[in-house]
């Protein structure tokens, strides 16, 4: 079963998710902040591999991933950083990465190196769907690897209930037209999407993304899905206080 | 009649294209993709394309023989003459065809990137025409060296935000405007080149199709037959290069020479010939060639001319390449500029830098006596005078 899914068996509303990116703010530091989120108590972690053209990516993300990739982070470093917690890491982790990322390093070598890592979970947010049933749906299941959707305020219902029945880990909520980064309040025009989308009662856990910054967004977002994630606040304290204020960071949010 | 260079029902040109976007840009894409061949096969847009083309961009563009570059070369070469296209580039054959659709589209808001200014100036342009609003994106370092095309889209109306993320050019203004998009789906992204996710290749190249459309019967009151020998065209994304080959595709007795810009040297570590360094890989929505690393970073290219100045090229011509329809050449930022002076010095034609690179190559090609040349001068050079007065000091 995949370890989202599992995970979703022992807890299911109000589940934290934070993204971070691999080789900030130190080339050294993938470890060490998987190693502190966990202690802190998020249920599963996104782990961002560094691109240089993330398109879906606002300003702070592109930032991290800019001086990752200027600390000499690349996918070989990042395998091999994951595998040295692999067996004291018990936290769910997702990668998510651009499609061109795995296209470059070899689809099926990129397969084989998150399944060595302990990840059965990947987002590619630039993966079109049509693209998926063609090849990359095969491709995934061969290795046990499972994709992760995105839909939007815009997504079409039948797209939806299509995105649904691939789904096997969860779908990522996006909350509003817009690349990551905080927005600070959630709307009540964001709030009639979250409901449309719940009371489809898709059979996909729900995690709402993209805006979700702090304890009240994180628990608006949790009345209308099973959790959510916290990316650009998160690199933002990280980028400023550091591996050691993580918990500082957490805390708040989940107690 | 269908062609092999025309894309599959998911924009593929063989191997290349498709549309790799995020899910929020789904709709806007799909609604394009389902209504862009109707509306342009339309009469309706039709008359209203054609009717802009004549009274307001001026076409036709001559076909003319340049003389004096035909003696040196021993060849008949002829300059399909986009640079006296309204804006100085076949740029706004594009846009005025773009624009068209968006009206039809019901949208009202436009956005572009622009690299030297041509698509961004003739993109303000029709927004001015039409009473829309426009938002350029335009990388930070090509506001510097294009700065005369910066004023223009002040003028007409347009707001030009500059781009800062990468190398600050092309590739990037072209992030931004996505990222933009993404962030105001309400928007219409009006693309200025063949690259993209699909189907803007296509669009663009159907809306460019007009330069060897008229070049067939051009070239036929010339020299009694529709097709030339060879067609040379510089290729960045490749929007003036898809316009000139389009019509002659299908016709493998027409040699097809795309042009890139190889900036200090193709092999310096500064050069953007993309289909000399480039390996499959997918930039801005779309399966390409593209330049980048062994782990799929892009590559941060650099040209001498803003226009080139990319990582990529559109699908199409990454499948010319592949199957060999097209041969690629390449030219060095000297040589574009030696070559702009001499086409000055002696046919008086001040050529875009971008455009120099095409001419740049006559001189590493043999010419058989009575071979009959084509080359697209995609634009004149009023832009890059900073540049010429720089040579012209040096």
């Keep these: ?255 | 009649m269908k062609s092999k260079f025309h894309p599959d029902k998911n924009g593929y040109f063989g191997q290349f294209g498709g549309a790799f976007i995020p899910e929020l840009l789904h709709p806007n894409v799909q609604e394009l993709a389902d209504n862009y061949i109707q509306i342009i096969e339309s009469e309706e847009f039709q008359i209203e394309y054609k009717a802009l083309l004549k009274e307001y961009v001026g076409r036709p563009t001559p076909l003319y023989l340049a003389k004096r570059l035909s003696e040196k070369h021993g060849a008949y070469i002829y300059l399909k003459r986009e640079d006296l296209c309204h804006t100085g580039a076949h740029k706004i054959n594009n846009t005025v065809g773009q624009i068209l659709i968006a009206q039809k589209l019901g949208k009202t808001k436009i956005i572009a990137e622009t690299g030297a200014g041509q698509h961004g100036v003739a993109t303000a342009t029709v927004c001015a025409l039409m009473g829309l609003e426009c938002t350029v994106f335009m990388g930070e370092k090509d506001i510097v060296r294009q700065a005369p095309n910066v004023t223009r889209m002040k003028m007409l109306g347009a707001k030009v935000v500059p781009a800062i993320s990468g190398s600050k050019t092309l590739k990037d203004a072209t992030n931004e405007a996505i990222r933009y998009w993404i962030q105001h789906p309400e928007t219409f992204y009006l693309i200025g080149s063949v690259v993209g996710p699909a189907p803007h290749p296509d669009m663009v190249a159907r809306l460019q199709a007009i330069i060897s459309e008229e070049m067939k019967w051009q070239l036929k009151e010339k020299t009694g037959k529709e097709n030339p020998d060879t067609i040379i065209a510089c290729v960045g994304g490749g929007s003036n290069a898809a316009g000139a080959f389009y019509h002659y595709l299908d016709d493998e007795d027409v040699e097809l020479i795309a042009v890139e810009a190889a900036g200090l040297g193709v092999h310096s570590g500064e050069s953007a010939a993309t289909s000399q360094l480039g390996q499959v890989g997918i930039i801005h929505g779309s399966k390409t060639i593209l330049m980048q690393d062994e782990y799929g970073q892009i590559v941060e290219p650099y040209s001498i001319s803003a226009g080139l100045d990319y990582p990529g090229v559109g699908p199409l011509h990454a499948f010319l390449y592949e199957s060999g329809r097209a041969k690629f050449m390449s030219a060095t930022d000297q040589e574009a500029l030696d070559a702009a002076f001499e086409l000055t010095k002696i046919e008086g034609i001040i050529p875009a830098l971008e455009t120099a690179h095409a001419l740049a190559v006559l001189d590493k090609i043999t010419f058989k006596k009575d071979q009959v040349v084509v080359i697209n001068l995609s634009g004149r050079g009023d832009k890059d005078l900073e540049i010429y007065t720089q040579y012209l000091e040096a």
């Design chain 1, 1 to 255: 079963m995949n370890s989202i899914q599992e995970l979703f068996k022992k807890k299911d509303k109000n589940l934290l998710s934070i993204y971070f990116t691999c080789g900030y703010p130190n080339l050294e530091d993938t470890t060490k902040v998987i190693a502190a989120l966990a202690q802190s108590g998020v249920d599963f972690i996104e782990v961002g591999l560094p691109y240089s053209d993330p398109l879906a990516d606002g300003p702070t993300i592109q930032k991290s991933s800019h001086e990752a990739l200027e600390n000499g982070i690349n996918l070989d470093i990042i395998f091999e950083q994951l595998k040295t917690i692999k067996e004291t890491n018990n936290t769910p982790l997702v990668a998510m990465g651009y499609l061109n990322q795995l296209l470059k390093y070899g689809e099926d070598k990129f397969c084989k190196a998150l399944v060595a890592c302990g990840i059965d979970t990947v987002i590619l947010p630039d993966l079109p769907m049509v693209e998926f049933e063609n090849h990359y749906k095969q491709l995934f299941e061969k290795y046990g690897l499972t994709n992760v959707f995105l839909i939007t305020p815009h997504t079409s219902e039948e797209r939806i209930r299509k995105i649904d029945s691939y789904s096997k880990a969860f779908i990522y909520v996006v909350a509003s037209a817009s690349i990551t980064g905080a927005k600070g309040e959630i709307s009540n025009s964001q709030i009639g999407y979250f409901e449309r989308i719940k009371a489809m009662n898709l059979q996909s856990k729900l995690i709402i993304g993209f805006g979700i910054s702090d304890k009240k967004t994180f628990t608006t977002a949790c009345n209308y899905a099973h959790g959510a994630i916290i990316g650009s606040a998160f690199i933002k304290d990280l980028g400023t206080n550091g591996v050691d204020n993580i918990d500082n960071f957490i805390a708040p949010i989940i107690r």
